[in-house]
């Protein structure tokens, strides 16, 4: 074998180039400093790395020390996914609130400011944008994370995002494929399987992918999930016919292919991280998201060594882990040399474009004194996280001092949400009410009993808008609360 830079021969070098793992702390840790000088290619970063844009840009320059091609990667969607702003919530409305508005020219400038930032960070690499179709309004795991549930406007949009965001010289990665929206379970907790016809998957699922790749994306993110239709034994991360039969062959994909995160329970409850890789590149992937909870050393040795393995054995063609790795540093050299667009900073972009997406029902007055904000707080999506801050409390803080706020959730009583209100005017903060039905009721309640309420949904609005006011935000992002704020202030 040929032996290459720091004595580390070609078949490990692939193996290493095509992991993406994650890692804990602000400042790279010396183990995937020397990983790097060893062949690993990509970095993915979480909420956990970043605390402001001069360290995360201290962090990627320390990485590039050691190799100036080095991917860096994010998930950095705007809206209720943040990393940047994991701590305060987005200055971007997500993808829900751009289709509402449906501008794509919006969506475009909005993921182009979105990809100066991240350049700006030294972030190259997002995952992002999420192109399902919402067709399923009981998603646990898309929701407003979606442009929509009509297959043309979320293949617009997303062709405008990826446009935009690789304007700026960020490469996008445009997920879930084959498509995410048609789900009712979460593939962090459990293999979801969508059995439609292959008539309706391409007309449906696949358009917004097809639109994507004509735009140019430079990487797709596989699904977690089982087609049936396509492939009855095996999740689409880990399938052949999907990956290079559907996506490459029959679509034209020719660029990096990413799975989802390989802990999760979809595939490492059934086929464990290290079997599931191997079947991953395999069937055509280029590239192992792993990182959001196995976040060590030992992980990225554990893959590596079971990619090396499977070549050894001959289960894993070592033809195929040596494209997959030269796809990795093709996209490397792409961002290192990619001419960005010059714009100036649009700093309020994602204000303007959160503003414009609101709706309001309703002709109740507006508020003009301290209120009680009751948020009904659903349990956490995973994508999300559940530090994120998100609400409109502090904004109607800040306009309107003495307002204060209490949390609810499931056995939510209406008579102490009551109590604990006193005379204030109520705002109830609702998220995806159409999906609980102990928010529905909650609110029911509440409306009965105060008719002058304001609800505010944070989530899709697929209920029938009630109370004195409503105001849908089509999502909870920290920009999405100050509209929505102003708006009931009369700002």
């Known amino acids: 074998m040929t032996t290459l830079a720091h004595g580390t021969d070609t078949l490990t070098r692939d193996a290493l180039a095509v992991l993406q793992p994650g890692f804990?702390?602000?400042?790279?840790?010396?183990?995937?400093l020397r990983r790097i000088g060893e062949g690993l290619h990509s970095v993915g970063l979480f909420g956990r790395n970043i605390h402001t844009p001069e360290q995360l840009a201290a962090l990627t320059a320390q990485l590039r020390a050691e190799r100036?091609?080095?991917?860096?990667?994010?998930?950095e969607e705007g809206g209720d996914v943040t990393r940047l702003e994991v701590r305060s919530g987005s200055s971007f409305p997500g993808n829900h609130a751009l289709g509402a508005v449906d501008d794509a020219d919006l969506?475009?400038?909005?993921?182009?400011?979105?990809?100066?930032?991240?350049?700006?960070?030294?972030?190259?690499?997002?995952?992002?944008?999420s192109a399902d179709v919402n067709s399923n309004a009981d998603n646990p795991v898309i929701g407003v994370r979606s442009f929509g549930a009509d297959p043309s406007s979320?293949?617009?949009?997303?062709?405008?995002?990826?446009?935009g965001l690789q304007s700026s010289g960020v490469a996008a990665c445009t997920k879930h494929f084959p498509g995410h929206g048609d789900t009712s379970v979460?593939?962090?907790?459990?293999?979801?399987?969508?059995?439609?016809?292959?008539?309706?998957?391409?007309?449906?699922e696949l358009a917004p992918f097809r639109a994507a790749i004509a735009a140019g994306t430079k990487a797709v993110m596989s699904a977690h999930i089982l087609l049936p239709t396509l492939d009855s034994e095996r999740p689409a991360t880990l399938s052949r016919r999907i990956l290079t039969g559907l996506l490459r062959e029959e679509l034209g994909f020719d660029g990096l292919i990413v799975t989802d995160g390989m802990e999760m329970q979809a595939i490492s409850a059934t086929y464990g991280i290290e079997r599931g890789s191997v079947l991953a590149i395999a069937a055509g992937a280029d590239a192992i998201c792993v990182g959001g909870g196995l976040a060590d050393e030992d992980t990225v040795v554990r893959l590596r060594d079971a990619l090396i393995a499977a070549v050894r054995s001959g289960e894993l063609p070592e033809e195929r882990l040596a494209d997959a790795a030269?796809?990795?540093?093709?996209?490397g050299e792409w961002t290192a040399s990619s001419v960005r667009e010059d714009r100036a900073p649009q700093t309020d972009i994602g204000l303007v474009a959160a503003r414009r997406a609101l709706t309001v029902t309703g002709s109740g007055p507006l508020l003009d004194a301290p209120a009680y904000v009751a948020a009904f707080t659903p349990?956490?999506?995973?994508?999300?996280?559940?530090?994120t801050p998100w609400g409109v409390a502090a904004e109607l803080g800040r306009r309107l001092p003495g307002t204060e706020t209490g949390s609810y959730g499931d056995g939510v009583s209406a008579d102490a949400l009551l109590a604990a209100a006193g005379s204030r005017r109520i705002v109830a903060v609702v998220r995806d009410e159409h999906r609980h039905a102990w928010m529905a009721s909650a609110l029911d309640a509440l409306i009965a009993a105060r008719p002058d309420?304001?609800?505010?949904?944070?989530?899709?609005?697929?209920?029938?808008?009630?109370?004195?006011?409503?105001?849908?935000t089509y999502g909870a992002a920290r920009v999405c609360g100050v509209a929505a704020a102003e708006v009931l202030t009369g700002a």
């Open 186 to 204: 979460d593939s962090h907790h459990a293999l979801p399987s969508i059995d439609v016809t292959l008539e309706v998957l391409r007309e449906r």
């Open 107 to 129: 969506t475009h400038d909005v993921a182009a400011e979105l990809g100066r930032r991240l350049a700006a960070c030294g972030v190259n690499l997002n995952w992002a944008p």
């Open 453 to 472: 309420t304001v609800v505010v949904e944070m989530g899709v609005p697929q209920s029938e808008p009630r109370g004195a006011l409503h105001v849908a």
């Open 379 to 387: 349990m956490a999506n995973i994508a999300v996280g559940d530090e």
């Open 154 to 163: 979320v293949a617009r949009h997303t062709a405008a995002y990826v446009r």
């Open 24 to 32: 804990v702390g602000t400042s790279a840790p010396d183990w995937l």
């Open 326 to 331: 030269a796809r990795v540093r093709a996209l």
């Open 68 to 75: 100036d091609g080095v991917l860096v990667a994010i998930d």
